[in-house]
């Protein structure tokens, strides 16, 4: 069994690590503090608790996390030899004390998952149905998918992954899933260890540098100790370089020194380290076209370009029919809204024709993003036209151009009235429900409250008279079947 998120209260490693082993993403947090925070951002799917906490502690955060708005399985475990610390029993109805034989027990771990996550609504890959992926490994990456194109794809992820290549390269617009890819390839090949990602396009020459390399005390001003870079943290693992064609031009020969010679000092270092990882990049530019405008190093490029990988984008004729999978599969794992899970099951007919027309310029990102707002929006069990909200080539570029005209018309500089209209547009587009809209406009509910008050913003009585594009859905029969996978 694998867990999407789980979180970890400790501050030992070795459970850390152990954590690691069941979860495609581990979020770990030193305090109980620092934990209702992450649940808050994260939402994990488990939360594991060290016995070290004291008692008062556990109580307060089990209590507190408990508020949260879905059902998180929480285990308590306990690797000592004697269990010293006793579970009130206010606290066992939230929460199961358990014991491991030492912090390496990683069948224990499964077992006590095994035992006391029977939450239905928890989302780990093996309650995926498998129509939803064309190969067995794909569950595991959520590459979501039964196209020619993307069969193709997971072929060549798997041929990589067997052999020894090293470097990868993985290209494909924005959004089609390199990252996935990366992870599916690093899930192959070692999934034991460590996967560090690094994107390059968001960090400045020196600081990627230091990142990359890590660098030594007293190196440059502010360099107050010795630093570990990602090429030796990821040691035996995988470093995904994410959009490596943003790279500092500086800095791709001693990326391609690192890729021949399989060595690297840190920044003011004097001796070579040894790099060991395996080392993939992934581009949303035709890098042969840089090459010929010098902004990328055509030795690189070569070296790179052994056996890429394109992942083809969503528009693409080979993969439109993945498009209802893909919906189908976003609105079955959401979380976005935990009092929607497992009530909107489908969409209506004309809901995936329209999903199946768009050029989705976003790709999967930007399918995601429409189903996680029209989980949001739709209030029956299934998800209509009306609660679909595509932008159009036509309509973004009316809407800049309005918003242009609009700019050059500005005499009204008001703040205060900016702010009151966001507001409102963020309480309308989440029906009145504070906390959503608290979390759209990236503020706390407390401040939302004052907000609210401060600007005297009223609900508005609606209007019998206005219509949606829902309506044009009435011809459709409610038992009309969306389609089987």
């Not at 503090?33 to 488990?46: C, G, H, M, T, Y």
């Not at 409250?449 to 594009?469: F, L």
């Given at each position: 069994m694998s867990f999407k998120k789980v979180l970890i209260v400790t501050k030992d490693s070795e459970l850390?690590?152990?954590?690691?082993?069941?979860?495609?993403?581990?979020?770990?947090?030193?305090?109980?503090?620092?934990?209702?925070?992450?649940?808050?951002?994260?939402?994990?799917?488990?939360?594991?608790?060290d016995s070290c906490s004291s008692t008062v502690q556990t109580k307060e955060f089990l209590k507190k996390s408990k508020e949260v708005p879905i059902n998180i399985p929480k285990v308590i475990i306990d690797d000592r030899k004697q269990i010293n610390l006793v579970l009130p029993n206010?606290?066992?109805?939230?929460?199961?004390?358990?014991?491991?034989?030492?912090?390496?027990?990683?069948?224990?771990?499964?077992?006590?998952?095994?035992?006391?996550?029977?939450?239905?609504?928890?989302?780990?890959?093996?309650?995926?149905?498998?129509?939803?992926?064309?190969?067995?490994?794909?569950?595991?990456?959520?590459?979501?998918?039964?196209?020619?194109?993307?069969?193709?794809?997971?072929?060549?992820?798997?041929?990589?992954?067997?052999?020894?290549?090293?470097?990868?390269?993985?290209?494909?617009?924005?959004?089609?899933?390199k990252e996935l890819a990366a992870r599916a390839i690093h899930r192959l090949r070692h999934s034991k260890e460590k996967f560090v990602a690094v994107n390059c396009a968001a960090l400045t020459a020196n600081l990627l540098e230091s990142e990359l390399f890590g660098h030594t005390k007293g190196s440059f001003t502010g360099a107050d100790r010795d630093k570990t870079g990602l090429l030796e943290l990821a040691g035996n693992g995988t470093i995904f370089l994410d959009e490596i064609s943003e790279?500092?031009?500086?800095?791709?020969?001693?990326?391609?020194?690192?890729?021949?010679?399989?060595?690297?000092?840190?920044?003011?270092?004097?001796?070579?380290?040894?790099?060991?990882?395996?080392?993939?990049?992934?581009?949303?530019?035709?890098?042969?076209?840089?090459?010929?405008?010098?902004?990328?190093?055509?030795?690189?490029?070569?070296?790179?370009n052994v056996f890429p990988i394109t992942m083809a984008p969503l528009r693409a004729s080979e993969r439109r029919q993945d498009i209802k999978l893909l919906a189908q599969y976003f609105l079955d794992t959401s979380d976005i809204c935990p009092q929607k899970v497992n009530k909107i099951k489908a969409f209506t007919k004309l809901a995936i024709e329209t999903l199946e027309e768009h050029d989705w310029p976003g790709n999967i990102r930007e399918l995601r993003n429409v189903i996680e707002k029209g989980i949001l929006l739709e209030k029956t069990d299934k998800i209509g036209l009306g609660s679909i909200a595509i932008d159009s080539p036509e309509s973004r570029s009316s809407s800049d151009s309005l918003l242009s005209n609009q700019q050059d018309k500005i005499t009204d500089f008001s703040l205060e009235k900016a702010e009151?209209?966001?507001?409102?547009?963020?309480?309308?587009?989440?029906?009145?429900?504070?906390?959503?809209?608290?979390?759209?406009?990236?503020?706390?509910?407390?401040?939302?409250?004052?907000?609210?008050?401060?600007?005297?913003?009223?609900?508005?009585?609606?209007?019998?008279?206005?219509?949606?594009?829902?309506?044009?859905?009435?011809?459709?029969?409610?038992?009309?079947?969306v389609g089987t996978f």
């Open positions: 850390q690590q152990l954590t690691n082993k069941i979860a495609n993403q581990t979020f770990i947090a030193d305090d109980t503090k620092e934990a209702l925070e992450i649940i808050n951002l994260a939402r994990p799917d488990l939360i594991l608790l206010e606290l066992s109805q939230i929460a199961k004390k358990c014991f491991l034989k030492d912090k390496k027990d990683l069948a224990g771990l499964r077992n006590i998952i095994n035992r006391t996550t029977d939450n239905p609504d928890k989302r780990t890959s093996d309650n995926y149905p498998n129509y939803y992926f064309a190969k067995d490994f794909a569950a595991d990456s959520y590459l979501v998918g039964h196209s020619k194109a993307m069969t193709d794809t997971l072929d060549m992820i798997e041929l990589v992954a067997r052999s020894r290549c090293n470097p990868l390269l993985i290209l494909g617009e924005t959004g089609t899933g790279m500092p031009i500086e800095l791709q020969s001693k990326l391609l020194r690192v890729l021949q010679e399989k060595t690297f000092r840190k920044v003011g270092g004097l001796t070579n380290t040894t790099c060991n990882a395996t080392i993939i990049a992934s581009s949303n530019r035709v890098l042969l076209n840089q090459v010929r405008k010098k902004r990328f190093r055509a030795d690189l490029y070569y070296r790179l009151r209209k966001l507001i409102r547009s963020a309480l309308k587009e989440t029906g009145w429900q504070k906390t959503k809209a608290a979390s759209l406009l990236g503020i706390t509910r407390a401040t939302l409250y004052a907000k609210v008050k401060q600007y005297n913003i009223t609900k508005e009585a609606p209007n019998a008279r206005s219509k949606t594009k829902a309506q044009l859905e009435i011809s459709e029969s409610p038992h009309q079947p």
